[in-house]
């Protein structure tokens, strides 16, 4: 992409490649159920959603009583990636865009997720995009602090060889678009209106440098941004 702002694109993966949030968090009111704490899935994705579920041990023993272990967080990912591996699809558009995106910068882009790597990759490949990030798959679990703080993004940029502020950051939460801000990175907030998302207003007070509705919009954003 000639004379491009941007060096890489980084993709967040929940709630923008994969519309994995509502599985992930009806296995989460299941088991916090099974602690004694009753929550609707929607009030779970409004505490949770862009954060790591470790992160939150102490609200869920304040809830709870129950200290999160390790062993119980295994039992959860194991519980959210059966229902993942069964039922997950893609976002609308985003695995087109992708590739588009792929093509315009040369094979410069990257998934930087909160989530576990096994995750990652299980949904990258059930929505058959696994191709165009392998090698260039980032973990917030595998760097010492998960978003909102900006290690993954950096880590994700230091991968790619390219300067954050040359980065373009994709992400759909108020918590990762801090993340992309915090790291230096140009972030586009994808907001397409419906429960898991970030509203479009949330977005743009954190300091978002545009929002979009539809992914299939993203390649011409990124290319028309290369205009101004």
Known sequence: MPHSPFDAV???CDGVLVDS???????????????????SVDEAMGIFVGKMVKDEAALIERHTGF???????????????AALASDLVEIPGAP??????????????????????????LQLRKVDLLDCFEGRIFSGHETPRSKP???VYLAAAAGLGAAPQ????????????RAGLAAGATVFGYSPGTPGH???????????????????????????????
């Open 10 to 12: 980084l993709f967040d």
């Open 21 to 39: 949030e509502r599985i992930t968090h009806v296995v989460l009111v299941q088991m916090l159920g099974e602690l004694g704490w009753t929550l």
């Open 67 to 81: 200290r999160i272990t390790e062993t119980w967080l295994e039992h959860f990912r194991a519980r959210r990636n």
């Open 96 to 121: 087109a865009t992708v590739r588009a995106v792929h093509a315009a910068f040369d094979g410069r882009i990257a998934v930087a997720s909160g989530a576990d790597r096994p995750k990652v990759e």
């Open 149 to 151: 703080h900006p290690d």
């Open 166 to 177: 040359r980065c373009a950051v994709i992400e759909d939460s108020v918590t990762g678009a």
């Open 198 to 228: 970030s509203s479009a207003q949330a977005l743009l007070d954190t300091g978002v440098a545009h929002v979009f509705t539809d992914m299939a919009q993203l390649p011409a954003l990124l290319a028309g941004w290369a205009a101004r």
